[in-house]
Each structure stands twice: as structure tokens, then as C-alpha cells.
């Protein structure tokens, strides 16, 4: 097995819309290292090229492959809340 085979990546952004690509890993890492900084990056993905407002993407999620194995770890926009943190809300306190 060779390291350089396209993954399948999710690309999760503000509002909760998502999208995913497969893309080789060296497009994924230029992808990582620009996330934080702001403007437009042109994912070059499999299947064409994906046009991404850096500003509005929340995290990017590597698929587990057939082994099992976490391809690509998530990596989140810094300061980005985890989802299931931004929609927490207090519960009411019980009656009694």
C-alpha cells in the first residue's frame, strides 16, 4: 500500500453544511497548512477542482480506510467550537 492514494476527506463549514472530496495527500496537507488564514484555496480533488472560503470552513475530516486506521485527523479552524458545544444549551432546572 502506498501512502500517496487519494482519501476521502469531509470538509465541515459555519451553519453546518459539509462536503467531501478525495483528494492525494500532499493536496490535503497544502490544505491544512492554509487553514486559519483567510481568502478563497482551490482544492484540486479527484474529481475537479473544489473552491473553498477558508473563513467559513469549521473543520476537515479524514475517513477511516479499510484497515481501520485514521487517515487524516480532524483538524479544526482555530477557535472554531466543536458542534455538539455550540448547541449545547442549559437545561431547566427540575421542578421540585
Avoid: C
Wanted: positive net charge.
Amino acid at each position: 500500500m502506498s501512502d500517496e492514494r487519494p482519501q476521502r476527506i469531509g470538509i465541515g463549514f459555519i451553519g453546518g453544511q459539509s462536503t467531501s472530496a478525495r483528494v492525494n495527500p500532499a493536496e490535503l496537507l497544502k490544505l491544512r497548512q492554509a487553514l486559519g488564514t483567510a481568502g478563497w484555496y482551490e482544492l484540486k480533488a479527484e474529481d475537479g477542482t473544489i473552491a473553498l472560503d477558508l473563513a467559513k470552513v469549521v473543520f476537515v475530516q479524514g475517513v477511516r480506510d479499510l484497515t481501520g486506521a485514521l487517515r487524516a485527523p480532524v483538524t479544526r479552524r482555530p477557535g472554531a467550537a466543536r458542534t455538539s458545544e455550540a448547541r449545547r444549551t442549559p437545561r431547566p432546572a427540575a421542578p421540585g
